[in-house]
Each structure stands twice: as structure tokens, then as C-alpha cells.
């Protein structure tokens, strides 16, 4: 796995603003938006590219463009929904699934509860939108599960990291490629499986649930 941490001020300045206790919900969701668009521009990077000739009003050209099958943007529910947005405008000619993953409260086993992808994934990259990568648990498991439904190459974007995620999920996905892209790695997670400092429940911060 290789984790790439996006060092950048206005990642920084914006992720600040994000974990203040005080931003209320609609900024909240405002800057969710425009890291996801920064993280998303550096996790694309890599994406395959194949050659278009085009006609400019002056001359032909042999110009570049995604090559098929285009990449599929995949958001964890519910709080992955929230990054979306971001990540479609800068891919918006990718494509979209879904995936809900919750871990059973008797078992602690991850289930999948709804997902919504192709049935065969070969040959695709899948870029997958998690705000907070903290236990480790149901990225581990969205990983699995895609690489089995055939993905060629998975990258994940999350806003922040615990070393204890990063840890957990290096050790459940040996193995495969990961692309792990993050605005920063926090302290360490406290005893409710927070990440500390952190910036609390992003999903309930996402849809007003924390005010």
C-alpha cells in the first residue's frame, strides 16, 4: 500500500476550518467539496490515458483522454456521500456506484448491507470516498469485496487517517494495490474509536446531525 499525504497550504488552511467545532454544517459541506476536488486532483494522477487526434482551428493534433473502461468513483454510505460531489467534477465523464458497509453490533463482523456496481469491475480503477479512515475496518472490507468483483487497481481517498487505520488496513489488504490519499494523519484513536484531534462524526457533521 502507498499512502500519499497531500502537503499543500490550502489543504491545510481548509482542513483547519473543517475539524473547528464551530463550522456549521453548510460550510462544513462547502469544504468537504473543494479538499475532496484538491485530494482527487493528486489521486488521478495516475490514471490511464489513452491518445485522441482532435482538429484545433489551427492544425491536428494527437491530444490524450481516459482511457476506457473510465474509472468508477465508489463512496462508502453514508458519509462517503458527502464527497462525492467533489471528486465527480474533477472526473465528471467517470463513472458512479455505491457501496454500504456496517459492522454487525453482535458479531463485529463488516456486512455489506447495499451496493450498487457493475457485476464484473476487470480492467477498472475504482476510487473510493471515505472521510475518515479510523478503525480500518470497512475500508479493509470495500477493498476485498472490490478486488473480488475483478477491479484492476483500487484508490482510496479519505480526509483524514489514525495510525492505527493506516496499520489495520495494511496488514487486511496484503497483497494488493492500494493508493491511500489523505489531507493528514492524525494523532492516534481514543477510546470510542475517534480519531483524535480529529474533526468528530463527519457524516453527522455532513448532514446537520451535529448542530
Do not use: W
Request: aromatic share 4%.
Amino acid at each position: 500500500m502507498r499512502v500519499h499525504v497531500v502537503d499543500h497550504p490550502l489543504v491545510a488552511h481548509k482542513l483547519t476550518i473543517l475539524r473547528d467545532k464551530n463550522t456549521p454544517s453548510m460550510i462544513f459541506r462547502q469544504l468537504t467539496e473543494e479538499l475532496v476536488m484538491l485530494l482527487g486532483y493528486e489521486a488521478t494522477r495516475g490514471v490511464a490515458v489513452e491518445p485522441r487526434e482532435i482538429e484545433t482551428p489551427v492544425s491536428r493534433m494527437t491530444g490524450t483522454q481516459l482511457k476506457r473502461p473510465r474509472p468508477l468513483i465508489v463512496p462508502i454510505l453514508r458519509a462517503g456521500l458527502g464527497m462525492l460531489e467533489g471528486m465527480v467534477k474533477m472526473a465528471p465523464s467517470a463513472e458512479v456506484g455505491f457501496l454500504g458497509m456496517a459492522r454487525n453490533e453482535e458479531t463485529l463482523d463488516i456486512v455489506t448491507y447495499a451496493e450498487r456496481l457493475p457485476n464484473d469491475l476487470t480492467g477498472r480503477h475504482v476510487i473510493v470516498l471515505d472521510p475518515m479512515l479510523a478503525t480500518g475496518g470497512t475500508l479493509v472490507e470495500a477493498i476485498r469485496f472490490l478486488y473480488e468483483r475483478g477491479a484492476e487497481r483500487v484508490t482510496c481517498v479519505c480526509l483524514l487517517a489514525a495510525p492505527e487505520g493506516i496499520e489495520r488496513l495494511e496488514k487486511g489488504i496484503e497483497g494488493l494495490e492500494v493508493d491511500l490519499y489523505l489531507a493528514a494523519i492524525d494523532e492516534r484513536l481514543n477510546e470510542k474509536s475517534y480519531i483524535v484531534p480529529g474533526l468528530g462524526d463527519a457524516g453527522d457533521r455532513l448532514y446537520g446531525l451535529a448542530e
